[in-house]
């Protein structure tokens, strides 16, 4: 994943088939969803028509079973899409949602009928995935879920809201976590798979929501209303499997926030990099003044290091050996890292980085929300804690 600025080191687990998907990635983001930026930003969302030539390309499910339509790699093949797609400053497709969490789990935990019926769709683009686990009171407290499912019969009627669902605006296919055990906490959680049409009783596809950053990606609310749901959609045919099947999938997602956290690192650092060699100040470039210098030298330092961190993670993980702690202080660690370069790169354009016509004020603006979703970092460290 080399970058202009940040060259001479290259990933141990990288192979020349990870280069050849880099460059697929890179082309696709960079000439046929980049150009459209603008008019995805004021539209709130993206085009399905990207997510079709995405599957179109190969580049969705890249880790999903050859069996099922996927590109039968593993979670590095993930990692370097997800790479470029945050070097291209590509940001409206969910991608990391889409690709590296919802075919995770029907990969994983599905019935052979289940992966039959879903995965060929998600890996091709006709159907966006979502996954459905916050709700309006819960935040990053999982247990804290109220959305309940009902076994009626053959199906479940499910009741309930879910919001900051990313994907929410466009999804087909959602992984929604449900109580189907309501005397029950945690081991009361279930995952139903729901296909989403809108005019479907029960189901309201809420407001998109208008967030500081990431405006070209959807965020959207959903409610249900004893909405029906076949019981053969149960995510492993098996009832309060849920909270386990989110916790053992839970250090894949941190992961992939922070694939996205060091790409956006090594974004900014070229970026400031490119300008102060451009940008005069008292009749020199900024790169020839000491400050400018020490501030480049130290972010690209963090970012360095950020990396080694981040690959010895994905290396663990591709072994099956990533455990919750080390998963937890990736996503601590590399977000608040992602946050603070980013802050840095900015200042050094001065007035300048503060203008949305230069892609390091968007990039501020984005990178906030990495230490929220996909668990606070407040809860990362009560998760890194708790083996210490």
């Not at 046929?32 to 390309?57: N, S």
């Not at 940001?91 to 919802?102: K, P, R, W």
């Not at 959609?233 to 909270?243: K, S």
């Not at 072994?319 to 990736?330: F, K, N, Q, S, Y």
């Amino acid at each position: 994943m080399s970058t202009p600025g940040l060259d001479g080191y290259t990933e141990p687990w990288r192979k020349p088939e990870h280069d050849d998907l880099a460059e697929l990635a890179r082309t696709f983001f960079l000439k046929e969803v980049v150009p459209h930026a603008g008019r995805l930003e004021k539209q709130g969302h993206p085009d399905r028509e990207h997510y079709l030539r995405a599957g179109e390309l190969g580049l969705l499910g890249l880790s999903v079973p050859e069996q099922y339509g996927g590109g039968g790699g593993d979670f590095t093949h993930e990692a370097v899409l997800l790479h470029e797609q945050t070097l291209a400053g590509e940001g409206s497709l969910g991608l990391a949602v889409h690709s590296g969490i919802v075919t995770g789990y029907l990969a994983h935990y599905g019935t052979d009928e289940q992966k039959q019926r879903w995965l060929p769709g998600l890996v091709s683009g006709e159907l966006i995935g979502a996954i459905g686990m916050t709700e309006p009171d819960g935040g990053s407290d999982v247990q804290a879920i109220r959305t309940r499912a009902v076994r009626t019969g053959e199906d479940y009627l499910v009741s309930g809201s879910k919001t900051f669902i990313t994907n929410g605006y466009l999804a087909d296919l959602l992984v929604l976590a449900v109580k189907t055990d309501q005397s029950a906490k945690a081991h009361g959680i279930s995952l139903l798979i729901c296909e989403l049409k809108d005019g479907t009783p029960g189901f309201t596809r809420g407001r998109s929501l208008e967030k500081i950053g990431l405006h070209a990606n959807d965020t959207a609310e959903l409610f249900f209303d004893e909405m029906r749901v076949p019981a053969a959609n149960l995510l492993g045919g098996e009832e309060n499997q849920g909270f386990i099947q989110l916790m053992q999938q839970l250090p894949q997602e941190r992961l992939v926030i922070g694939v996205g956290a060091v790409a956006a690192m090594q974004r900014a650092v070229a970026l400031a990099t490119a300008y102060a060699k451009e940008r005069h100040a008292f009749g020199k470039p900024l790169l020839g003044h000491q400050n400018t210098r020490m501030v480049l030298a130290e972010c690209a330092t963090r970012t360095r290091v950020s990396r080694i961190f981040l690959d010895d993670a994905i290396e663990r993980h591709t072994r099956g050996e990533l455990d919750v702690a080390t998963a937890a202080m990736a996503k601590l660690y590399l977000t608040e890292g992602q946050c603070e370069i980013v802050d840095r790169c900015l200042q050094i354009f001065g007035g300048y980085g503060y203008t949305t016509e230069y892609p390091i004020a968007r990039m501020y603006a984005d990178a906030r929300v990495q230490k929220i979703y996909g668990g606070t970092n407040e809860i990362m460290k009560e998760l890194i804690a708790r083996v210490l």
